[in-house]
């Protein structure tokens, strides 16, 4: 069985950062694309590029074939009863804004609850803020316990009958945790309550069904799963979309305009205002299938060796913080850390010149950041194409951080 895929994404073949070969640990940002999906755009631009849902000539016609088949590819991929159910947009932020702009401000009322976690990303909490000041509700959050986890017992004290929307995350961006969804979706539906779940740091890692999972709302951004930036995806269940109003007015979504009115088109196209960015779409697609050729199986198995070994690794050095569960169980290879009396900066500036990219910094939950007594973290994120010799590299120069910085290194 094939074990290393960093050969199929020229960038990590090909690139050094400062001298060296490039480590690339920042993979909960963005991802590497593969050749796969480079040669999906190219093709895109060499052999179809034309406005999709506009001429009557071929060319035309063959891009919105395409754009259309990304659609039907991506309902398949997570499970949703019909392509008429998933709108693309440009990621999960603008996904998270639709959901709470177009659905959240028409259904949320005067005392009612919105229900986020604390370790929401900034893109699933300022919405849900906007919507809460706006109707007068009242926003409330799921705390984690020591390990990052949201226990039944929190959930089944939070979720009551006056919450109308709990919005969280399928995996935590900052300490890859992944949340108890099943129960939260069982839990808020008894209430009358539906659920938002924001895929982003999910669907890269695991298999998503919303079906199965039961979800009102879905949101994922194409740039985490290998495909380009500035496609994304917001899966709602076909009740919601339908009385949802769209909130990008223009070209491309009406049926008919008249001098005072306008008819908006039915199906994900309300949503689609302006000219599309069909060229992500064809990525995506692409990157669908990448994924499935690989399977999610093969995926999880890679990445859970290696968080484990990355884990235990951390764990043996002096002076380092792990934030969250610290065991490879239960979690994806997101992995927040501090060194004593190093600044995430300067570590994640002395990494790099080994080559090391990681993420420092609050990673846009400055709630969770306050939450637990911090100001920022290291951040490294790992994803299938990493190797054990990545992590090695990783914790080489992590021992080298309290030396560097003259802290003593012991
Ligand atoms: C959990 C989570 N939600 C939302 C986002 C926002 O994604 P994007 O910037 O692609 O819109 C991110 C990005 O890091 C994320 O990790």
Redesign the pocket.
Known sequence: MRTNYADDFPLLKNSTENGKRLVYLDN??TTQKPTQVIDAVRNYYEQYNANPHRGAYPLSEKATEAYEAARGKVAAFIGAGSPEEIVFT?????S?NLIAGSYGMDIVQEGDEILISIA??H??LIPWQAVAKAKSAKLRYLYTDANGKLTTEEIAAKITTRTRIVAV?Q???VLGIVNPIEEIVKRAHEAGAIVVL?A??GIPHMPVDVQALDVDFL?F?G??LYAPMGI?VLYAKKEHLRNMHPLLLGGGMVDDVSEQTAAYTDGPGKFEGGTQHVEGAVGLHSALDYLENIGYEQIGRIEHELTGYALARLHSIPHVTIYGQESGYGRTGVISFNIDGAHPHDVSTILSADGVAIRSGH??AHPLMRYMGVNATCRASLCFYNTKDDIDVLIGSIWKVREVLKLGAE
């Open positions: 909960a940002a440009k990621g999960t932020t603008e998270l929401e990303h893109s699933n995350a995996v935590s961006n924001d982003a740091q949101a951004s740039h985490k994304g990673h846009c």
